[in-house]
């Protein structure tokens, strides 16, 4: 199910800078007992977004409304808010916009997430590398081509995941997660100053690790510093922490972190 502007449809304007220029942001949330999970934490992010590609004019009440409407009638699925700088402008000049689109869509959510949370995730080195862009990184524009090769190349693997490096041989991120790994009492993840998405579910671990007595650290490392690892952790809003079992020919067994995130 889609909602455009407020009204269930599937069709968004050819003239829209999403179609023509991927001028937008998005934000993908998990649907459980019909609520839209860490709601604020997600309309945050869009917000952020939209700050970040200076598009104003965003009717934030009405996109809230529009979510918790559309959340209501599904027990469990996922929710996708997208909202674009709208209709206007000649070439690339946003002068002229009259107003951003709202987009709000419903669908299933991915049941392999709960198979993976017993079994682990294995992931595939990604021979295809992120672009390192500070202006952009951290937000979730709509500009996926990166990750649309990345899953691509995933699918031609038996793989559950790929883990992506950026054009330096450093490590970033998953093509829809983000990544973690332990090291005894310390905790590490990429940092993602220059690429990758800052995702709600990660900003939430990266707390979470503190709380429970561990150090964490966002640093610049390449693939190799896996080989000391004793436990990987993949997480994003949808699922929201997996155990990795294998990346490549590296096996992992611990699950000491996992269970702490997830005591029950």
Known sequence: MMWVNGEQQSVVA?????????????????????????????????????ERLMITGVDWQRLGQEMR???????????KAI???????????????????????VSAYPAHYHALRESGARLALSPIRLGKNPLLAGIKHLNRLEQVLIRTRLEQTDADEALVLDTDGMLVECCAANFFWRIGDAVFTPD?????????????VMQQVVELGFTLSEVRSGIDVLAEAEEVLITNALMPVLPVCQIEAWHFSSRRLFRLLNPH
Do not use: K
């Open 14 to 50: 050819a003239s829209d800078r999403a179609v023509q220029f991927g001028d937008g942001c998005f934000t993908t949330a998990r649907i459980r007992s019909g609520e839209v999970e860490l709601f604020t934490a997600h309309t945050a992010r869009l917000q952020q977004g939209c």
């Open 69 to 79: 409407y559309a959340a209501a009638q599904h027990q469990e699925g996922v929710l």
């Open 83 to 105: 909202v674009t700088r709208g209709s206007g402008g000649r070439g690339y000049s946003a002068a002229g916009c009259a107003a951003p689109t709202r987009i709000v869509s």
């Open 192 to 204: 993602l100053t220059a690429s990758g998405v800052n995702g709600i579910q990660r900003q939430r």
